[in-house]
């Protein structure tokens, strides 16, 4: 008969989860810190640490405590700089609007995330962080995230792709993307940041419309860049839920 030994093992500590939680929470706490104290100072600069645990209300030694040195420090912050970027865009990601709605809708919220936070923009993107592959995978993230929408259009505009054009519509896609990040990354390094922000969304989201487009009428097919993706899903829903319906009729 077991006496609870084995169970007791299996069971975490109580004592050492709340600890765990607790560590995670301070060492976010810095991160978070390190971030706004970034935003808050001339642009370019290396805050230091003593500021950076003055601003987390700890003392610098309990950063050491969580980071082995600055380097980590500054990966941390770029994986969280990457995240709320990711955020940032990909709470516009939804089929609703036109072709051309849902790009510039896209291209607005990444590109005013960008003006808002320039600072977080330069430390997501700066592969000498050592986060190259991780910018990488976050444009890839995007770019599947609206290569999924791509398709759903496509489909719901009833576009035939050939083989190959199914084939090269990841690598484009994540072009498009990749396209966006160099151009804002370029025009938040100029000094007078011109033209604005809402003006560059557009620019930007008519490039990548232009691109789609050009690609559809190679091929033969013209889109209708007004056409409200909405309405033909809503009717291909109530197309679907007809057919149901009269299949079950008859069965």
Do not use: C
């Not at 940032?88 to 995330?113: C, F, K, M």
């Not at 990548?208 to 013209?222: K, N, P, S, T």
């Not at 309405?231 to 299949?247: C, P």
């Amino acid at each position: 008969m077991s006496d609870g030994t084995d169970a007791n093992k299996e069971r975490p500590d109580g004592r050492q989860v709340r600890w765990d939680a607790h560590k995670a929470s301070r060492r976010q706490l810095i991160i978070d810190a390190a971030l706004s104290a970034t935003e808050a100072a001339p642009p370019g600069t290396v805050v230091p640490l003593h500021d950076i645990a003055e601003r987390a209300g700890v003392v610098r030694t309990v950063v050491y405590r969580h980071f082995a040195d600055r380097a980590e420090l500054d990966y941390a912050m770029q994986q969280r700089a990457l995240e709320m970027l990711r955020d940032a865009v990909t709470d516009s990601l939804a089929l609703e609007g036109s072709i051309t709605q849902i790009i510039e809708r896209i291209v607005t919220a990444y590109v005013n995330w960008a003006a808002d936070h320039p600072e977080l923009h330069r430390i997501a993107t700066d592969e000498r962080l050592g986060g190259a592959r991780d910018l990488e995978m976050t444009i890839a993230d995007i770019a599947d995230r609206l290569e999924a929408l791509l398709n759903l259009a496509i489909a719901l505009l009833s576009v035939d792709l050939t083989a190959e054009d199914t084939q090269a519509m990841d690598p484009l896609v994540f072009g498009l993307v990749g396209q966006a990040f160099g151009t804002v990354r370029r025009w938040l390094r100029q000094r007078d940041r011109e033209p604005d922000a809402a003006t560059l969304a557009k620019f930007i989201a008519r490039s990548v419309w232009f691109q789609i487009d050009g690609h559809a009428r190679d091929r033969g097919i013209e889109l209708d860049p007004e056409v409200d993706i909405t309405e033909l899903f809503n009717l291909t829903e109530m197309f679907d839920a007809l057919i149901e319906a009269d299949e079950s009729s008859q069965g």
